[in-house]
């Protein structure tokens, strides 16, 4: 079995930014000639996110909506008080750091329209991303 480690740069320009990082991620699975196994992609930030959805400009933008609904960026908060983010942190709380894909036949299995996204809620920032390959 091999393991090959992959660490990925992703630069948002916004405070909140949904940022599409499925190439990015299908790169290092080619790269990595890893035939089958999974796909870990972490993410070690405390202010961003994961999800997976379909990529189209206006579910982009109904996420962005979502989270000022969920979590105002204008909000009374504790955290705010030493860091003007406690609202990034909160939003990271309710995403994924982490998401596990399968590999078959060399590709990254993914649904029809499934996309991977990082969420940024504290750009503009550079985020790194590991993308580890196990398999054979």
């Known amino acids: 079995m091999k393991v090959i480690t992959k660490e990925l740069t992703i630069t948002s320009r916004r405070r909140r ?10 790169s290092a699975v080619r790269e990595s000639g890893i035939r089958n196994g999974i796909a870990l992609v972490f993410l070690p930030h405390a202010t961003a996110g994961l999800f997976a959805n379909e990529d189209e400009p206006r579910i982009r933008r109904d996420y962005e909506g979502l989270f000022e609904r969920l979590v ?9 008080k030493i860091d003007n983010n406690a609202d990034a942190h909160l939003l990271a709380s309710l995403f994924k750091q982490f998401y596990v894909l399968p590999v078959i036949n060399g590709e990254l299995v993914r649904g029809t ?19 580890v390959i196990i398999g054979e």
Not at 123 to 130: F, I, L, S
């Open 72 to 80: 105002p960026a204008s909000g009374n908060y504790e955290h705010n």
């Open 113 to 131: 329209w499934q996309e991977v996204f990082l969420a940024d809620f504290d750009g503009p920032r550079t985020r790194n991303v590991v993308v």
């Open 17 to 26: 930014e949904v940022i599409n990082i499925t190439s990015h991620i299908e």
